[in-house]
């Protein structure tokens, strides 16, 4: 008995972390912020198991009967958490309160089951054997949900299938120590009926997890969704209607077909026309290939690198017909080498200088960006620049987000960067800014631009470099790791234009 109830603590410490983990990815991607999601999801569901634990000491009788009828509990909501807030997203008027209403419930129900099972195995071993072997069993099950869940479990399951798997194990945990106890059990037909029912449950939305997650997604988007997929570093959403194609990554537009091209010439062009260079090029993050398309009708271009974190981008792009006639088939291009690694680390690595630097992240909505976007990171960048190099770097929208957008330019200038801010109008964003940087004074280098562009021309930019009264510059700080004020400006401004 001792045995099995010691190998239940390790699946109900293993289940409970992956509930947690499950909601705080499933909020990163929902809300953005994935540091805020995290750090309040994880205390909400400490504090929920507090809860449990101080509840543990009204349980008196027929422990064994309890600890199975919570394992079924915890199983159910549990395992169904994930596909209900994806199904109630769009249509929850506080989804944040049902949110934390599920972790909260979950997390009370894991901290009763240790107390519990303590409990009934406490005449079985002395106080201090009791706590370290079901303490050990804990953690040991902690760490094995913390190593599989985003290198196995979130790339080939999903977040909705983790979810109903591991609400499966705790259902079988109370499905064993029912068939092994029974006699010692009370209501234990009603108890197995109860379990039996929940699997069936569990394994049909499980085997339908892709319908759902369909659905759900259907309601959040517009137009038709065509592809999704959940990569260990973002959701990707692929939409399309008759006018066009539309990425969303965590929900977030990143670019329309219709209009993308707007972006892309904004974006590459100017630093390419200011550059004396165009041999040796650097793209960090532009895993779609856009940029690099863009950098190709550059006959000088020789060489182009291109980094991007997450290899299911940069694959999908690669792979998907759609996708690469709209990149020219840029990243199957011999003079493109695509990385996938970190940025912030890669460059750490770096030995080469480069003549001209597109930087394309995603905006600064989280911690984990936005340290792409601070001083430590553009001190790192000048080690991969010669004098004459010159950077680009996306910055926000200057009309919606002014602070933000003029934080990064603050930021490049206090790593002693030379810098000229710009926006051009995107239709599917709005006013859309950028700011080039150099080490040395910028200036026009190129006598000519490539042929058959669809909107940048020479004559254009003085235009885009013209700012408006309520685009124009901000008093801000600039951007350092161990604050990351752009973070917070970025989503207090968009937090109000969202409201």
């Not at 997650?213 to 570093?233: C, K, L, N, W």
């Not at 997450?310 to 199957?332: E, G």
């Amino acid at each position: 008995m001792h045995i099995l109830l010691l190998f239940s603590v390790f699946v109900i410490a293993t289940c409970g972390l992956i509930y947690e983990l499950v909601a705080g990815t499933l909020a990163s991607y929902l809300l953005g912020d994935s540091v805020t999601q995290f750090s309040t999801i994880i205390g909400a569901y400490l504090f929920s198991m507090g809860i449990g634990a101080y509840f543990s000491r009204f349980f008196n009788k027929n422990l064994l009967s309890w600890f199975i009828q919570l394992e079924i509990l915890v199983g159910l909501i549990g395992g169904i958490s994930s596909s209900l807030l994806f199904l109630l997203f769009e249509h929850a008027a506080s989804f944040r309160l049902i949110l934390y209403l599920m972790v909260g419930l979950t997390g009370t129900l894991v901290g009763l089951e240790i107390p519990l099972l303590m409990n009934i195995l406490k005449n079985r071993y002395e106080f201090k054997d009791l706590v370290s072997r079901v303490f050990t069993f804990d953690y040991i099950g902690a760490l094995l949900a913390s190593i599989v869940f985003p290198l196995l479990l979130v790339p080939y399951l999903g977040l909705i299938r983790t979810s109903c798997f591991f609400g499966i194990l705790n259902v079988i945990v109370a499905i064993v120590v029912l068939v092994k106890f029974k006699s010692d059990i009370k209501w234990a037909n009603y108890l197995k009926a109860k379990a039996i029912s929940v699997v069936i449950l569990l394994i049909a939305v499980f085997v339908w997890a892709n319908e759902i997650m369909t659905f759900a997604e259907g309601q959040a988007f517009r137009d038709t969704v065509i592809y999704t997929h959940s990569s260990p570093y973002q959701r990707i959403v692929l939409t399309k209607n008759k006018h066009e194609l539309r990425l969303y990554l965590n929900g977030n537009l990143q670019f329309s077909s219709a209009d993308e091209y707007r972006y892309h010439e904004a974006l590459v062009h100017p630093p390419m026309l200011y550059s004396a260079k165009h041999k040796n090029v650097l793209v960090l993050g532009g895993g779609d290939g856009m940029a690099a398309r863009e950098l190709l009708k550059y006959h000088d271009v020789e060489h182009i690198t291109l980094v991007d974190l997450d290899p299911s981008m940069t694959k999908l792009f690669k792979q998907n017909s759609i996708l690469y006639k709209l990149n020219d088939r840029s990243l199957l291009n011999p003079k493109v080498q695509v990385i996938n690694a970190d940025a912030f680390q890669w460059l750490k690595e770096n030995q080469q200088q480069y003549d001209v630097v597109i930087i394309d992240f995603p905006d600064p909505g989280n911690y984990a960006v936005g340290k792409l976007y601070t001083t430590a990171f553009y001190r790192q960048l000048r080690r991969a620049l010669h004098e004459e190099s010159v950077v680009v770097v996306q910055s926000t929208s200057p009309y919606v987000a002014p602070k933000a957008f003029w934080c990064v330019n603050k930021t490049m200038q206090a790593c002693g960067y030379e810098t000229i801010p710009y926006h051009t109008y995107v239709p599917s964003f709005g006013e859309w800014g950028y700011v080039m940087a150099s080490p040395s004074a910028l200036q026009v280098q190129q006598d000519s631009i490539p042929s058959g562009l669809k909107y940048f021309a020479k004559d254009v930019f003085p235009q885009m470099r013209q700012f408006t009264a309520d685009m124009d510059n901000r008093p801000v700080l600039a951007n350092q790791l161990n604050n990351q004020v752009l973070v917070q400006y970025f989503e207090d401004e968009w937090g109000k234009y969202q409201e």
